[in-house]
């Protein structure tokens, strides 16, 4: 069964840096690309950032320059650092899997980060 | 970027009835079309990928279609578990996007 489980997640002042984790396991994690998903209180979905299998990286404009993906394929371990946080930014983050036609077939139970003074 | 365009961002549906919701796809995005389900307090979950392929354990009373770059999720017999949110993705190309969501409220 594929599991992904974040953590990290919290209260952060506006200007501060989070790093979340997601443990992955069940599945060979280096074979999949992965992705951040994002959702602010009572909104919907937003895209964050994508890393292939081979470690390509892309990001939503609203976090560029801000954000860094990264992954540990030895450790079956996606991160995501997020450093100059503004109230924007809060939301319930979720770590997500692709899988056939590159949908997001396996999602975490989501960490919730709070930017605020 | 590939804008999706869903509507309607909310509609009213009794137990039974059958109900489609729709999302639009600013350019051509082949069959990378998926649609998850959330309901309230959790992760959103899988229900179609590839415009119509049901993925695992989904029940059949979901199914999607497309016509060009309009896609549908049509919901026959609605039942009490499939009051909830519902949101299309496209998965041609990146960044990734979302349509902004269909609540499906009980009437």
């Known amino acids: 069964e594929v599991q992904l489980v974040e953590s990290g997640g919290g209260l952060v002042k506006p200007g501060g840096s989070l790093r979340l984790s997601c443990a992955a396991s069940?599945?060979?994690?280096?074979?999949?690309?992965m992705n951040w998903v994002r959702q602010a209180p009572g909104k919907g979905l937003e895209w964050v950032s994508f890393i292939s299998s081979s470690s390509f990286i892309y990001y939503a404009d609203s976090v560029k320059g801000r954000f860094t993906i990264s992954r540990d394929n030895a450790y079956n371990s996606l991160y995501l650092q997020m450093n100059s946080l503004t109230a924007e930014d809060t939301a319930v983050y979720y770590c997500?899997?692709?899988?056939?036609?590159?949908?997001?077939?396996?999602w975490g139970q989501g960490t919730l980060v709070t930017v605020s003074s | 970027d590939i804008q999706m365009t869903q509507s309607p961002s909310s509609l009213s549906a009794s137990v039974g009835d059958t109900v489609t919701i729709s999302c639009r796809a600013s350019r051509t995005i082949s069959r990378y079309l998926s649609w998850y389900q959330q309901k309230p307090g959790k992760a959103p979950s899988l229900l179609i990928y590839?415009?119509?392929n049901l993925e695992s354990g989904v029940p059949s009373r979901f199914s999607g279609s497309a016509s060009g770059t309009d896609f549908t999720l049509t919901i026959t017999s609605l039942q009490p578990e499939d009051f909830a949110t519902y949101y299309c993705q496209q998965s041609y190309d990146l960044p990734r996007t979302f349509g902004q969501g269909t609540k499906v409220q009980i009437k």
């Open positions: 997500t899997k692709e899988g056939n036609s590159w949908s997001l077939d396996s």
């Open positions: 069940g599945y060979t994690f280096s074979d999949h690309n």
């Open positions: 590839g415009i119509s």
